[in-house]
Antibody, heavy 119, light 106 residues
Framework: QLQLQESGSGLVEPSQTLSLTCAVS??????????WSWIRQPPGKALEWIGY???????YYNPSLKSRVTISVDTSKNQFSLKVNSVTAADTAVYYC???????????WGQGTTVTVSS | DIQMTQSPSSLSASVGDRVTITCRAS??????LNWYQQKPGMAPDLLIY???RLQSGVPSRFSGSGSGTNFTLTISSLQPEDSATYCC?????????FGPGTKVDV
């Protein structure tokens, strides 16, 4: 059964870079025509899609974050990663990774990791 | 961006009640509409995809309908474990967007 697990910095200082990795197990990140997404949820707020990547490396970002976000994939390690530059308190959230497709929704999610931006 | 709205924002109902949640999109999605259930401190779980297709393992009391801009999620007989927040999400085009959620208390 496919599983996703987020890891990375839980506390980031303002203006620094947030870095997270999503490890994929129980299946290959290169199989199928899936997108691999990052989604975040600030405390008490709705889910916000950050962007996704395909295993071939093509990326799509939310325009609201595009200037600060980079998503990359490492097929040899079966994982994909997120970097958000110049973070502020507004980037404090639970960050999730997920596998999905347009026709089938996001059916597999990681458990989420909390990132706090504070000095 | 496609804006997603939901109603109501919250509801309280009893075990066995039929519950309906509405999701509206600012432009037509065809049937590229998905529903998720999220419990506190947990990741969302996919319930319905393609507006009306039940995700594997999801109880049959959950159903979805609609197309275009208007969609509904129905729980036919509410159970205690259905206490959660339900949100819709469009996968018609990027940026993918989510509704604000409907909190259901049983």
């Amino acid at each position: 059964q496919l599983q996703l697990q987020e890891s990375g910095s839980g506390l980031v200082e303002p203006s620094q870079t947030l870095s997270l990795t999503c490890a994929v197990s129980g299946g290959s990140i290169s199989s199928g025509r899936y997108s691999w997404s990052w989604i975040r949820q600030p405390p008490g707020k709705a889910l916000e899609w950050i962007g996704y990547i395909y295993h071939i490396g093509s990326t799509y970002y939310n325009p609201s974050l595009k200037s600060r976000v980079t998503i990359s994939v490492d097929t040899s390690k079966n994982q994909f990663s997120l970097k958000v530059n110049s973070v502020t308190a507004a980037d404090t959230a639970v960050y999730y990774c997920a596998r999905g497709s347009a026709a089938n929704g996001m059916g597999v999610w990681g458990q989420g990791t909390t990132v706090t931006v504070s000095s | 961006d496609i804006q997603m709205t939901q109603s109501p924002s919250s509801l309280s109902a009893s075990v066995g009640d039929r519950v309906t949640i509405t999701c509206r999109a600012s432009e037509s999605l065809g049937n590229y509409l998905n529903w998720y259930q999220q419990k506190p401190g947990m990741a969302p779980d996919l319930l319905i995809y393609g507006a009306s297709r039940l995700q594997s393992g999801v109880p049959s009391r959950f159903s979805g309908s609609g197309s275009g801009t208007n969609f509904t999620l129905t729980i036919s007989s509410l159970q205690p474990e259905d206490s959660a927040t339900y949100c819709c999400q469009q996968s018609f085009k990027t940026p993918l967007t989510f509704g604000p959620g409907t909190k259901v208390d049983v």
